[in-house]
């Protein structure tokens, strides 16, 4: 069983800032959705733990799983450029990122998509015929984005719309490619 958790609360999560590759650790909420996560996975035993490399994803994995995280830079955060850390309402946005006509260092879309979906054909044909539990922890992005891996990409190209919200987390099995829970 594949589990895709998105981190926790950040205090920038909670200022309604964009939050990439310049944001911070779980505040005090976001510990406890981790540890509320951790505990609606109890009968879990993780076998593998993976990570983006943002301490806010690596702090929920290990809050979560009770073991170290292996990180992998495939699933970090898309990179958000100039549009890092300002507030949700004053960013000019492109569908769904932020426009990279306006903001420099904005990443390509299906550049991220490639990347992620690398990852995930990578654990797949290492892990797709076992039973084996994984922890997948990342971010609004990747939680979307891995969604779209299982579920096919959305026709508006949307991959949002597969996210998680803080702290909850979504369930999926390869053999199938379908969602099994969400929490």
Known sequence: M?????????DLNKEGRLQGRKGLPLNEYGIKQAEISKEEMNSVKFDYVF????IRAIQTAEIVSGMKATIDARLDVFD??????LHREEV???GSTPDP?????VEDVNSYI???????????????????NILLSGHRCTTGCIGAYFLGTPE????????SAN?????????SKETIYNS
């Open 92 to 94: 000019i946005m492109s």
């Open 80 to 85: 958000l450029g100039d549009a890092d850390l």
């Open 156 to 163: 508006d190209g949307n991959l949002l719309k597969f996210a």
């Open 167 to 175: 702290g909850k987390y979504k369930t999926y099995q390869f053999a």
């Open 2 to 10: 594949i589990y895709v958790i998105r981190h926790g609360q950040t």
């Open 51 to 54: 990570s983006s490399p943002q």
């Open 114 to 132: 490639k990347r992620v979906f690398q990852f995930m054909n990578e654990l797949e044909s290492m892990y797709g015929n076992t039973q084996v």
């Open 101 to 105: 006509a306006i903001y420099q260092g």
